[in-house]
């Protein structure tokens, strides 16, 4: 790791270790599948290890709580739809990826690739060698529960994928003890020299992801992540939100053909109402001229 992004880790931990609550240094815990002597299946649950975390076996499932479950496929989803139409861009979450010789070989929370040489449907971990091309973005959630897994993510990680050639990291700081704690956002990039620099946000804390035209900022609420188009300011949205937004606006639709309905139907009945007063109005007319006319 280069000395300058050291440098910018040790005033960051002291920023954060000023801020915060002390660490609870809770454990996360790994789900894995072994197999017994006697062939039978069994699922252990064991403390996740910076090892495993950085070089798991398939089929590994590490519990971060409801926080990190939650925003992972979330921004991954947000992704993955803005470029649903391009097909030269992958879009994964929690794959494995082997990243080249002697390096680890671990699974990314979300992971941005640009130009991939075989990008199949049913593809079970991402190579680098085979596929040509390291990701050009990768966004990594902090657990907020386990301070070792936490040190991977914030420091081994920097140097392996700085190593590995990915042009930005991303790390999303996820609230540690209290909701109350603020979420917050910070990267680096790959220079000229191959060499990661911070990423520095905009007077609006957000930053910009060169590589994906992509601003990332923390939610005006501070309880999440919010993704814009940097060229149209146009907002990411999620499949649910925009599920949610079909559903509003075909309720908008509903409300305002009933309401055009009954608008009709209201001025059907007043037209019946008026040319019904008109033609009381002309027989009564009628009449008292009929009656008129057998007095003279």
């Known amino acids: 790791m280069t000395e300058h992004v050291r440098r910018a880790l040790q005033r960051e931990d002291q920023t954060a270790s000023q801020s915060r609550e002390p660490d609870d240094a809770e454990p996360i815990l790994l789900e894995r ?158 220079d000229a020299a191959r060499t990661y620099r911070p990423i520095v946000p905009d007077e609006d804390g957000r930053l910009l992801s060169e590589t994906t035209g992509l601003w990332f900022a923390v939610a005006p609420s501070g309880d999440g992540v919010v993704i814009h188009d940097a060229a149209t300011g146009k907002l990411l949205r999620t499949s649910l939100e925009e599920e949610e937004d079909r559903e509003a606006a075909e309720a908008r639709a509903a409300a305002e053909a009933e309401a055009r309905q009954a608008a009709e139907k209201a001025r059907q009945t007043a037209e019946a109402k008026a040319a019904a007063e008109t033609e009381g109005r002309q027989a009564a007319e009628a009449e008292i001229a009929r009656l008129r006319k057998l007095l003279k």
Not at 71 to 100: M, S, Y
Not at 162 to 189: C, K, M, N, S
């Open 33 to 190: 599948w072994v197999e017994r002597p006697d062939g039978r299946m069994e699922q252990l649950l064991v403390p996740l290890t910076p090892e495993d975390y950085l070089n798991p076996r398939f089929g590994d499932k590490w519990l971060q709580g409801r926080i990190h479950s939650e925003q992972t496929p979330d921004v991954a989803d947000r992704l993955r739809r803005w470029f649903r139409r391009r097909p030269e861009i992958l879009v994964l979450n929690d794959v494995k990826h082997f990243l080249g010789p002697g390096l680890p070989n671990p699974s990314p929370d979300v992971s941005v690739i640009r130009g991939a040489r075989r990008p199949a449907r049913n593809l079970s971990s991402f190579r680098v060698v085979r596929q040509g091309v390291a990701p050009c973005l990768i966004i990594e959630m902090i657990s907020p529960m386990d301070s070792r897994i936490r040190a991977v993510d914030e420091v081994d990680k920097v140097d392996i994928y700085q190593r590995a050639g990915v042009l930005e990291y991303l790390l999303v700081e996820l609230p540690r003890r209290w909701l109350e704690d603020p979420y917050r956002i910070f990267g680096y990039r790959l």
